[in-house]
């Protein structure tokens, strides 16, 4: 019988940055409900500093502010969610069309997470099943990976995940694990404390993305998913295949590894 063997990917910011701006749709949702008024600056401080929760928790936060300043108004959080989750999905159809009529390695090289095609095709060859597990709905991810020319790679979607450390615990989180005999073969790589949550409930093996837009954005998103537990850390996918064989006791005679964060993480390691 065929050994399977599973990578999980998170999406935005882990594959694509085609939708890099969920800030942004955030912003413009808070100030639709709050106004131009102190109740959104408290908003955006929170979105600031808590970059890497579900995105649930900021629409719950939104609630809460909006219950205060109205004195008592409540909103559905899920009502809410949906209405964040539209515009999240106009987001990502406004830059598709804008880009459409481009060649779909410039939208790769322009939106992709550098390197990430490569190390997909790589891992398909020695035999994984490539899922995305993600909070984008199931159609903008699609869209997503079909914009990038990457939807050949990708054995499955779980999409719309609200919570992805709850999605462990269902009967999909259950069938992965189940299918997989050897933890050894199924892996969780993503960008945020919320992916290395799931991997860490599921006892698997987790990579963190760190790449940002700066080097100061890239520490402080390796040190958080440091803490939230990720094995390796990376600040690009030059080094994957090497990180990915030693997390899985592969040997490999490569130099070790250069563009991984390490702890102390005051600066990168050259």
Not at 63 to 89: H, M, Q, W
Request: aromatic share 10%; with cysteine.
């Amino acid at each position: 019988m065929k050994r399977e063997k599973i990578a999980l990917f998170d999406l935005d910011n882990t594959i694509s940055h085609l939708r890099d701006g969920w800030e942004e749709s955030l912003g413009i949702l808070g100030r639709y409900l709050l106004g131009d008024t102190p109740w959104l600056n408290e908003f955006k401080a929170y979105v600031s500093t808590a970059d890497g929760l579900p995105s649930i928790k900021h629409i719950q936060k939104l609630c809460e502010i909006y219950k205060r300043s109205t004195a008592g108004s409540e909103l559905d959080p899920k009502s809410t969610f949906n209405v964040y989750y539209a515009s999240r999905v106009a987001t990502v159809e406004r830059r598709i069309n804008e880009f459409k009529d481009t060649s779909t390695s410039y939208r790769l090289q322009k939106f992709g997470v550098p390197g990430v095609e490569k190390v997909l095709e790589r891992l398909k060859r020695l035999g994984f099943r490539i899922a995305i597990v993600t909070t984008s709905s199931l159609l903008e991810a699609s869209r997503t990976l079909e914009f990038l020319g990457l939807q050949s790679l990708i054995y499955k979607t779980y999409a719309g995940l609200r919570d992805k450390v709850n999605f462990a615990s269902s009967p999909l989180g259950d069938y992965i694990i189940l299918s997989v005999k050897d933890k050894r073969d199924i892996v969780m790589v993503g960008d945020t404390p919320s992916d290395i949550g799931l991997a860490k409930v599921l006892g698997i093996k987790s990579i963190g993305i760190a790449h940002r837009a700066t080097v100061a954005e890239s520490t402080k998103r390796a040190n958080q998913l440091y803490e939230a537990g990720a094995d390796i850390v990376l600040i690009n996918y030059l080094e994957f295949m090497q990180a990915f064989n030693t997390l899985r006791g592969v040997r490999t005679y490569a130099r070790p590894l250069v563009t991984a964060f390490r702890k102390p993480l005051s600066s990168l390691v050259r």
